[in-house]
């Protein structure tokens, strides 16, 4: 597609539901990262992948959270037995690549809107 | 450990002034800065990529500035517009082993134009 895509738009999950929220990245786009945001908060990094390859999850918060990539496209978060502390919204950006020079730019879809009851 | 300030946190201007709006950012090793713009309630729109070996970037009527040396960027928005209200953040790409290439965020800066 021609931007990143994030679904849904909004969630809202009762205390202790499992959600799953998808990222589309750019096609060809190597790198795809996880964000976290907060309410009036600049993004905090969940995790990274380089293709299928999780190669950073320092910032998922507890083992409650699990990301995969496996055919190196398309991308899930998942949050188990939610927490009021979840709420937030969650970004994903993709890049063509990483590091130094051209085509490192990041693109960021509109994000989740994760709000838990 | 890299740390991104932004200041100021606020800014209230009125139609057709030039903004200033600054950041910094404690550990000069970076590979790049880039400049976000966020609208309430969406996600973000990339404004300006600026590579750690350039000095700064132009896109219509904004221009970013880089002195990574002393550890701080600046984005220069010309003749400011009630639709130019919004959030501005800058984050910057850091090596960090493991072939991550993560940004590290500041908290932004919201911006009001005023008609």
């Known amino acids: 597609g021609a931007g990143v895509s994030q679904s849904p738009r909004y969630k809202v999950a009762k205390r202790g539901q499992d959600v799953a929220l998808r990222c589309d990245p750019i096609?060809?786009?190597?790198?795809l990262f996880w964000y976290q945001q907060a309410l009036g908060q600049g993004p905090e990094f969940l995790t990274y992948f380089q293709n299928e390859a999780q190669l950073d999850k320092s910032g998922l918060p507890s083992d409650r959270f699990f990301a995969e990539r496996p055919e190196g496209s398309v991308s899930t978060l998942k949050i188990q037995r939610t927490q009021q502390e979840d709420s937030a919204v969650y970004l994903c950006?993709?890049?063509?690549?990483?590091?130094?020079?051209?085509?490192?730019?990041?693109?960021f879809g509109q994000g989740t809107r994760l709000t838990v009851v | 450990k890299q740390e991104v300030t932004q200041i100021p946190a606020a800014l209230s201007v009125p139609e057709g002034e030039n903004l200033v709006l600054n950041c910094s950012f404690t550990?000069?090793?970076?590979?790049?800065l880039q400049w976000f713009r966020q609208d309430p309630g969406k996600g973000l729109t990339s404004l300006l990529l600026i590579q750690s070996s350039q000095r700064e970037q132009t896109s219509g009527r904004l221009n970013a500035s880089l002195d990574k040396s002393s550890g701080r960027s600046t984005l220069y928005i010309a003749a400011s517009q009630p639709g130019d209200s919004a959030t501005y953040l800058c984050?910057?790409?850091?090596?960090?082993?493991?072939?991550?290439?993560?940004?590290?965020w500041g908290l932004g800066t919201s911006l009001a134009v005023n008609p």
């Open positions: 950006a993709s890049s063509l690549r990483v590091g130094q020079g051209a085509n490192t730019e990041a693109f």
């Open positions: 096609s060809g786009h190597v790198s």
């Open positions: 550990d000069s090793a970076i590979y790049n």
């Open positions: 984050a910057v790409s850091t090596p960090k082993a493991g072939n991550n290439r993560k940004l590290i």
